[in-house]
């Protein structure tokens, strides 16, 4: 019986010393501080120019879209002259990795809490800056009072606006419905120009004006 054992026990005898030293290869691999990675969603919000531009306490980003688009005017009457009035941005917001993920424009906020006071629309909802996913969820949004400051004379105000509408998708998209407030920063461009609305002759000039922006989505 020893005989016909002994290949047996010399085999174990050769396979233990390799079983011990893959096992603390892979203790020793586990105990090695592991190289941490940003998450794919990692985030890195600029410093707020202003306290007004302050997300609120508890809010978290959990999106940026980098936005490339338009900024729309119309040459518009004030008072006895006539000035340029934003009737929409048109712009589209990227990824990092410069994939198309929202649109941003106005439209009326279907929320009934947030009427239009305008009596000629009483019908629809207050023309609110708007944001859509690629899922098609929506928001609608407002600026923070106080929630606005002036960081680059040649650009676009740097804002913190709050959300007052909502919308999931038709088939469920609800990516953007958790959003509370959205912050643009880092703006460039935007601003109306300085020619084309200067008499009552040149009411109803449109002019659509570059900008980008970074945008914020806070939850």
Known sequence: ???????????????????????????????????TH?????????????????????????????????????????GAGVKYVLFTPEATLFDDDGKQIITHYFSPNPNPKDPNTSATVVADGAIRATWQDKD?????????????????????????????GFEAGPTGGDKLTSTKQVQRFSTQGGLPPSTGCSSLDDAGNQAFVDYTADYFFYR
Request: proline content about 10%.
């Open 1 to 35: 019986m020893k005989n016909c054992n002994a290949p047996e026990n010399q085999s174990m005898r050769r396979m233990l010393p390799i079983a011990c030293a893959t096992a603390l290869a892979v203790a020793f691999t586990v105990s090695l501080p592991q190289p």
């Open 38 to 78: 940003a998450a794919p969603d990692h985030i890195v919000v600029p410093p707020a120019p202003a306290p007004g531009l302050e997300a609120a306490e508890g809010l978290t980003p959990f999106l940026v879209g980098h936005a490339v688009g338009t900024q729309n005017y119309v040459c518009s009457r004030a």
């Open 136 to 164: 098609t969820s929506t928001i609608w949004a407002q600026v923070h009072p106080g929630g606005a400051a002036t960081v680059d004379e040649k650009a676009i105000a740097w804002l913190l606006l709050d959300v007052v």
